[in-house]
T-cell receptor
Framework: NAGVTQTPKFQVLKTGQSMTLQCAQDMNHEYMSWYRQDPGMGLRLIHYSVGAGITDQGEVPNGYNVSRSTTEDFPLRLLSAAPSQTSVYFC?????????????FGQGTRLTVV | GIQVEQSPPDLILQEGANSTLRCNFSDSVNNLQWFHQNPWGQLINLFYIPSGTKQNGRLSATTVATERYSLLYISSSQTTDSGVYFCAVGRKTGANNLFFGTGTRLTVIP
């Protein structure tokens, strides 16, 4: 029962570097999303996808790119890392639909930009 | 987005004590979840409870959707209950996006 798997768990980047945070789920969920968590705060939505080929922006999308080529994978790209992107990143997945369904989260990626 | 307020922000309990955590939200929702973030940062699903009452061992939760609040009850607390408890809600329309409160930090002392 892998659920939602994120890699890497920890990463240190220099300002201006790019990288991709990986997220994969094995539950055949249509909906996937990325959140960031800053100290003392709840999670905020970065980008989400309701199915392969469909993505949209959340509350804090600037500086991030996403794509969804398969149901299983939803990578998050940082194009040019900035210290303000130092945060813990969580990926989530759930079944889609307006009925509302339970979301499951990965174990998080702790990113530090120096 | 939907405003989510959690109270209290911090709570210190003696082991064995009971507690009630509250979550108020500003709009109609069709998704409400309670999470426990453990000291290692993992988000653990506690309850998916857009309405009604559920119980799981020493934990139970009640959501009154018409009055826009939810309560999480922890009975006979243990040191392993320590961590941050988050409430997250989702709208009745649109994608299954969640809006999080800022959490209640619970510390259980032996």
């Amino acid at each position: 029962n892998a659920g939602v798997t994120q890699t890497p768990k920890f990463q240190v980047l220099k300002t201006g570097q790019s990288m991709t945070l990986q997220c994969a789920q094995d539950m055949n969920h249509e909906y996937m999303s990325w959140y960031r968590q800053d100290p003392g705060m709840g999670l905020r939505l970065i980008h989400y996808s309701v199915g392969a080929g469909i993505t949209d922006q959340g509350e804090v999308p600037n500086g991030y790119n996403v794509s969804r080529s398969t149901t299983e994978d939803f990578p998050l790209r940082l194009l040019s890392a900035a210290p303000s992107q130092t945060s813990v990143y969580f990926c989530a997945s759930s079944y889609s639909g307006q009925g509302g369904t339970e979301a499951f989260f990965g174990q998080g990626t702790r990113l530090t930009v120096v | 987005g939907i405003q989510v307020e959690q109270s209290p922000p911090d709570l210190i309990l003696q082991e064995g004590a009971n507690s009630t955590l509250r979550c108020n939200f500003s709009d109609s929702v069709n998704n409400l979840q309670w999470f426990h973030q453990n000291p290692w940062g993992q988000l653990i699903n506690l309850f998916y409870i857009p309405s009604g009452t559920k119980q799981n061992g020493r934990l139970s939760a009640t959501t009154v959707a018409t009055e826009r609040y939810s309560l999480l009850y922890i009975s006979s607390s243990q040191t392993t209950d320590s961590g941050v408890y988050f409430c997250a809600v989702g709208r009745k329309t649109g994608a299954n996006n969640l809006f999080f409160g800022t959490g209640t930090r619970l510390t259980v002392i032996p």
